[in-house]
């Protein structure tokens, strides 16, 4: 039983009434010496307060798909096949191991269906990817645009963006909760916004800890999964644009960071970057690796990486956040960016909700339709 799916759901729903009956039910009938009947009184009052707790807890991860399966909340998922040594792809990068840059891996054709999610929209598809660089596997799920499948732009290739969730968060949080395809799609059709493929990643791969979207040695090459292994599989099975200034990534919270960090890093790969509540320092989380090692809290700083660039990159950032909420961390970045690097920061005033981020996404994908404009 799929514990974002509708019957789990009723069977929580069932239980709490239930549990209710049968305590009153059976409250006097409790037989048995005094501490016997006590203990019994006992459980059941915890059944009903546990059956309850459920019940809430399941509406809650439903609407904001915290936890997209089990695995994920009982952290007994295993994405991590491999670590292997990387070698660099982008230009500036230095060179690793045997001094040269690491060969393009073969293309491979990936076979998609449904998501399997009430609350995820029919035209979403996904794929399970083993990745060939990072040694990551793990889910990828890809929104077409409207324009894509119109016999008129049957030679288009079309810009993408990777959608980032939060932590623990999962791949299907973005369209399920966010709606950002069913959000999008109208303002596609009427020009005002790009016809992005919208891909989001798996990117809880380690059981309760958070990779923070960055190569670990030894551990996991999480950064690789994101930016290497995912855009080589959207280039191999869909009309994308190779081009880098045709490629953005988003994030909120902890997605945030990702979007922010990844996108300074890899100006070989991303034009833009949305980033909604998130921070700089890793260590804001928790859960995150990256942040419980001096060194790779350093170097996965947004703001440390633009100091320490050879060149600024040519990367255009939208940051947004309440104050206290990512808004500062966001001016850190603007005033740490030189051009061509590109900072807005727009101050909010909401919480720390995906109903929040929601209301963004229309006003944010415009912004990075003037960055990545519609051909």
């Not at 009903?48 to 399966?69: D, E, K, R, S």
């Not at 409207?146 to 791949?171: C, H, M, R, T, W």
């Not at 101050?347 to 990075?368: D, I, N, R, S, Y």
Request: charged letters at 20%; proline letters at 9%.
């Amino acid at each position: 039983m799929e514990l974002t799916g509708t019957p789990f759901f009723l069977l929580t729903v069932i239980l709490v009434p239930v549990s209710i009956t049968v305590a009153l039910l059976f409250w006097g009938k409790v037989g048995g010496p005094q501490p016997v009947r006590y203990l019994t009184r006992i459980v059941m009052i915890m059944f009903c307060q546990v059956t309850a707790v459920l019940m809430v807890f399941v509406m809650v991860n439903n609407a904001n798909l915290i936890y997209g399966n089990w695995d994920d909340l009982l952290g007994t998922g295993n994405h991590v096949r491999a670590v292997p040594v990387l070698t660099p792809v982008d230009p500036a990068a230095t060179a690793g191991p045997g001094g040269e840059a690491a060969k393009e891996p073969p293309k491979v054709k990936q076979s998609f269906g449904g998501v399997n999610d009430p609350l995820v929209p029919n035209d979403v598809q996904r794929t399970e990817l083993k990745g060939q660089v990072s040694g990551v596997d793990g889910e990828v799920l890809v929104w077409l645009p409207p324009q894509y499948n119109d016999p008129a732009f049957k030679d288009k290739k079309f810009p993408v963006v990777e959608l980032i969730p939060g932590y623990p968060g999962s791949s299907s949080t973005w369209y399920g909760t966010l709606k950002v395809s069913e959000q999008l799609k109208p303002l596609m059709q009427q020009g005002k916004v790009a016809p992005f493929i919208l891909v989001s990643p798996r990117t809880k791969l380690l059981n309760n800890q958070d990779a923070g979207c960055t190569d670990i040695p030894g551990k996991i090459n999480a950064d690789a999964w994101v930016t290497r292994d995912v855009p080589q599989m959207v280039l191999d099975n869909f009309r994308a644009d190779p081009s880098a200034d045709r490629w953005a990534i988003a994030g909120y919270s902890a997605g945030a960071h990702c979007a922010a960090k990844l996108s300074l890093s890899h100006p070989n790969r991303y034009r833009a970057a949305i980033a909604m509540s998130g921070y700089n320092d890793p260590a804001q989380e928790p859960d995150s690796l990256v942040g419980k090692d001096a060194k790779l809290r350093e170097a996965n700083n947004p703001v440390n990486i633009l100091k320490a660039a050879p060149q600024p990159p040519k990367v255009a950032l939208l940051v947004s956040g309440s104050k206290g909420d990512g808004y500062e961390d966001g001016e850190a970045i603007r005033a740490a960016a030189k051009a061509p690097t590109t900072v807005q920061v727009e101050e909010g005033t909401g919480p720390h909700t995906t109903e929040q981020w929601k209301k963004m996404v229309p006003a944010a994908f415009q912004w990075l339709t003037s960055v990545i404009p519609v051909q």
